[in-house]
């Protein structure tokens, strides 16, 4: 009798680094999943193109597609359902996931911030903001959260969160790039954390 893994889909926008280093994780790790499912808003990402090249079945949904919002929530719900996904990874997914899709995939969807929540969240503190307002502040730290998606940009539960240090002479993008890492390490444990979670 096999055990059933435990089916992923990913949600990305861009070039999917933290995608990547979420499948690298879980090809390198005895863990009981499999990513099934990437889903983005852009048909011709770097993402996508990985997803492709490495057998995931890839879906493009936005709501010029639809005539309504809610039409376009329904068939990201459907298409979840359909794939039989148990759990919901936002990875670079630069669009706030609808009510609905929320609402369907209680404690079972995550999302990363390149910062350290519940400082420098919410609407319009995405990539390169994110990194000016820790360095505006003054703040000595930084790093990475992943927590869970609830219907409040960056406001669900932290699962996981790990510092990296503010150094003088940092910029946006050398901060940036050091939190990047931080995330690439950060993300797939985090993902180990809940499979655990899940199984217990």
Request: hydrophobic share 40%.
């Amino acid at each position: 009798m096999t055990t059933h893994k435990t089916r992923i889909a990913v949600f990305c926008s861009g070039g999917g680094s933290n995608f990547k280093s979420i499948y690298h994780a879980i090809a390198e790790k005895p863990l009981n999943a499999e990513i099934v499912l990437c889903l983005s808003n852009r048909s011709e990402c770097g993402a996508m193109e990985f997803a492709r090249e490495n057998g995931i079945a890839t879906v493009h949904l936005t709501e010029k597609q639809f005539n309504s919002f809610d039409e376009f929530a329904a068939a990201m719900v459907k298409r979840l359902k359909d794939a039989q996904i148990d759990i919901v990874l936002l990875a670079g997914y630069m669009r706030k996931v609808p009510d609905a899709v929320v609402k369907a995939f209680p404690d079972k969807m995550l999302n990363i911030h390149p910062a350290l929540l519940p400082k420098f969240g919410g609407e319009g503190m995405y990539g390169l903001y994110v990194h000016t307002a820790v360095l505006d502040a003054g703040e000595s730290e930084s790093g990475a959260t992943v927590h869970f998606v609830n219907e409040e940009y960056d406001k669900g539960k932290i699962l996981l969160q790990r510092t990296v240090p503010v150094l003088a002479g940092d910029t946006p993008e050398s901060l940036a790039a050091r939190v990047l890492e931080c995330e690439h390490r950060l993300y797939p444990e985090a993902v180990e954390k809940l499979l655990t979670i899940q199984k217990s």
